[in-house]
């Protein structure tokens, strides 16, 4: 049996987030939302999140800007402006426990995505890392996602896949897909592969070695 663990990048979008939110209702599949903190200034964006939140939804922290990698982000304030910032605003709604996704570029694995001093904020704040196995390309190619997204699902035992919650993405093909991959034999969870997972609250749990820039 293979596992399926949903992930929705970039949002909350008031044109896409309450239709992703619908869609999966009517799976009874819950997912996880990794926000951006700058969607978060509007109560529109905060009220997205809550809904997420009270629906079953596991809400994270994907930076504020969605910018630059924070392993390529030269600033000495990068980890303040990206991850604290949008802690700042989302605390207030999912106070804990607290997930982080950096952000990829591309959904590409590598040292750009975390600094050490990101490392060690994560860690001293109890932050649990998700990275991610499946990347079908959904802002890529908006119609023809689902067909990589199964090919995954059937190479796999248990994928971390990302979508992304904006316009011009999964939105239109993902009720397709999630009857596709129901009749297939696929199983939804919203618990993470170890492996995607290199930082538990706030224990380093993995392998860092290739995804913190320096290192």
């Known amino acids: 049996m293979s596992l399926l663990t949903l992930s929705f990048d970039n949002g909350p979008d008031p044109r896409v987030t309450p239709r992703v939110l619908d869609i999966l209702a009517s799976h009874t599949i819950t997912a996880r939302f990794f926000v951006l903190g700058k969607h978060l200034l509007t109560e529109e964006g905060r009220s997205l999140v809550a809904r997420a939140r009270d629906e079953g939804h596991l809400v994270g922290n994907h930076s504020f800007t969605h910018e630059t990698p924070l392993g390529e982000d030269s600033r000495p304030d990068a980890v303040e402006a990206e991850i604290a910032a949008t802690d700042a605003l989302l605390a207030p709604l999912v106070p804990a426990p607290k997930w982080f996704r950096p952000f990829g570029g591309g959904g590409k694995l590598g040292p750009h995505l975390l600094s050490p001093r990101a490392v060690e904020h994560l860690v001293h704040h109890q932050y649990t890392c998700a990275l991610w196995n499946s990347v079908p390309g959904d802002w ?60 538990v609250n706030g224990r380093i749990a993995g392998d860092l070695t290739g995804l913190v820039a320096g290192a």
Do not use: N, S, Y
């Open 140 to 199: 890529l190619d908006p119609e023809g996602w689902p067909e990589k997204a199964l090919a995954d699902c059937a190479a796999l035992p248990h994928a971390l896949m990302v979508l992304h919650d904006i316009p011009d993405a999964c939105v239109e093909q993902l009720d397709g897909f999630l009857h596709r991959a129901w009749a297939r034999g696929v199983r939804f969870t919203t618990r993470c592969p170890p492996d995607c997972l290199p930082i």
